[in-house]
């Protein structure tokens, strides 16, 4: 059986490594797994999909992000969200992504849509914290409107430095087409240019969003290990920790705290914490 919460009960096993990697690239993953593992591009790593899918669905997607500060580290090309369609990822069967997750034994296309999980490691004056955190914490309004409410603050600017006059019927059509990342990660190609141009995003984490931020999030304590999942409802808490206690044993559990946690833009999420 495959699932984020697996795949947190084998890093709680060799926690202790956190405090040893130079890098999270270096710690001891627990390969069986895992469906691919493509460091330095997205996702960094992916869960195995389970046949049957009525409890664990298997297949997320994880990214590492790594930092010497208590700053998550920057996003570069790949805007953080909660899901991703896996069509957008794997563009092609050629692609070595899916290829080792065709290796792997899963359909990858079985489930279109994957849960996101960040696993995050911030460093300060030798004390150390690790998130398993689900995309919602960063993706606290949708990509599309992310993209194109930045573009329009970059029109808003050049109309008032160049005095240029715009109908508002324009404006719209302008904004709804500037949404889609896909647009600008493309390589474009000019006549007559000796060099080829792609527009790079890269996201920066905001105070409200940084999980590490002991004066937003004091709760995340400096060297403890926590899983971070969403949480706006009961029915959500019951299912979670449903999902938690049939992958921790009861001893297992007792060596957790369990609290909400409220985000300051995006609701509440549930934290499973224990010491390094």
Known sequence: MYSI???FKSIVTNKEQFLKVKKLDEFQYNETMLSCKSIGVFPDMAIKLNKDKSIFSGGELIELKDSVTYSVSSFNSTIPSKTKQISKIISS????IYK???NAGNEVFSLPEREVY???RGRKSGQTKICLISGAFFE???IEKLINESFMQVLDESIK???AIITPEVKTFLHNLFSEQENFSKVRNV????VKLRFRIMTEVKSEGNILNSK???EIIDNSLNLIIQCDSNQQEINILKKFNLVFNKKELNQFKIFKLKHHLNGFFLVFQLPL
């Open 5 to 7: 919460y697996h795949f």
């Open 93 to 96: 069967t050629n692609s070595s």
């Open 100 to 102: 080792q997750m065709e």
């Open 118 to 120: 960040y696993l995050v």
């Open 140 to 142: 606290t309004i949708n």
């Open 161 to 163: 430095n160049s005095n």
């Open 191 to 194: 006549e007559k240019a000796s």
């Open 216 to 218: 937003m999030y004091p």
